[in-house]
């Protein structure tokens, strides 16, 4: 089949290669122009691990580890009065998720197209086939259209209906960034909660430099569509009072160029296909960073789609019925421990 999927981060390359595994013509559409090389380290856990082996790129993947040996609790002035275990934050195995995505490129580009800075515009389908507009390509036709874009899927606000209807915020949004590792972290992070905000920061690959956290307790998902000046103004108002090293890092906020903000949220739909569409990972079950398993999550999903569809001999109906039921009760877990991560913030 002639597949069309519209994000190139984790669940949409992942499932690329499946496909073309099992002899499908896949085109790739990213709105970004480039690789995404901003965001946290990502946690891989569980069944995950067999997605990246049979992928051919778990030991590449592994070379990459933050190396994280735990995480200091630290109260208002900044002593450490606790510590956390790696794998609260870590996983099994942590990554920079530029790493993640670079690796997951490089395996599929020789086999599949790669189209950056576009998206799709206009979906259309009948019995026989997708016909997609995108913003700067011409109209093409596809036998199937997965939305691998994220939160704001743009297949999915097309295809199921608005972002409002299906998004559900957990009451917590903040900012990423890199600053000079001021704290002199190695290999190791610092945990500041208080008053329905938390400071986290760690350093590992570079021991010049550290990410940096800094969460507050919301009302509304709609904070992450502002512009960054907004945003900023935001976080410093609800960042305001914290002693210790914040004022610092706000200042260090203001002045970075990896700057990035998101709240926690989670998708919940009553089905995850329409006709030839379907949605896989956070376009379709967002289950929140708070879970620490969005990334395992969306790659056993695209995994699993990618078997359903090889097993269902060309009835894609039948296919996505299946992934679906299959993945539900995995989804639903997932979601119930992002809630539980988020309220464990104050939110």
């Not at 515009?121 to 016909?131: H, P």
């Not at 809630?339 to 104050?346: D, I, K, N, T, V």
Request: aromatic share 8%.
């Amino acid at each position: 089949m002639k597949v069309l999927i519209s994000g190139a981060s984790v669940a949409g390359p992942a499932l690329a290669w499946f496909l073309h595994r099992d002899g499908h013509e896949v085109t790739v559409v990213e709105r970004a122009p480039a690789l995404r090389d901003s965001g946290y380290a990502v946690d891989f856990r569980g069944a995950a691990f067999e997605v990246l082996r049979e992928l051919g790129i778990l030991e590449e993947v592994r070379g990459h580890a933050t190396g994280m040996r735990g995480t200091d609790l630290l109260d208002a002035d900044g002593n450490r009065v606790g510590e956390l275990p790696a794998e609260v934050f870590a996983g099994e195995l942590e990554v920079p998720k530029r790493e993640v995505t670079r690796i997951l490129h490089e395996h599929t580009r020789d086999s599949v197209r790669y189209v950056f800075d576009d998206s799709i515009n206009t979906i259309e389908q009948d019995a026989d086939g997708v016909r997609v507009g995108f913003e700067r390509a011409a109209p093409d036709t596809f036998d199937l259209v997965v939305g691998a874009d994220g939160i704001y899927s743009v297949v999915r606000r097309l295809v199921f209906g608005p972002h409002a209807e299906v998004i559900r915020h957990l009451g917590l949004s903040g900012v990423g960034f890199s600053a000079p590792n001021r704290l002199g972290l190695d290999h190791r992070g610092v945990l500041q909660q208080s008053s329905g905000r938390a400071v986290y920061a760690f350093s590992a690959a570079d021991p010049d430099r550290m990410s940096v956290s800094l969460s507050f307790g919301s009302d509304s998902p709609r904070l992450d569509l502002l512009d960054r000046a907004e945003q900023e103004r935001i976080t410093r108002e609800r960042m305001a009072g914290a002693g210790w090293i914040v004022p610092r890092l706000l200042e260090d906020m203001a002045a970075a160029t990896d700057f990035y903000f998101s709240s926690a949220c989670q998708v919940h739909l009553d089905h995850w296909s329409e006709g030839r569409v379907v949605l896989v990972g956070d376009a379709g079950y967002c289950a929140a960073p708070t879970s620490g398993m969005g990334t395992s999550q969306a790659l056993i999903a695209a995994h699993t789609l990618a078997r359903h569809l090889g097993e269902s001999g060309g009835d894609h109906s039948k296919a996505f019925a299946a992934y679906e039921e299959e993945l539900r009760p995995y989804v639903a877990e997932n979601q119930e421990t992002g809630r539980e991560g988020a309220l464990r913030f104050g939110a």
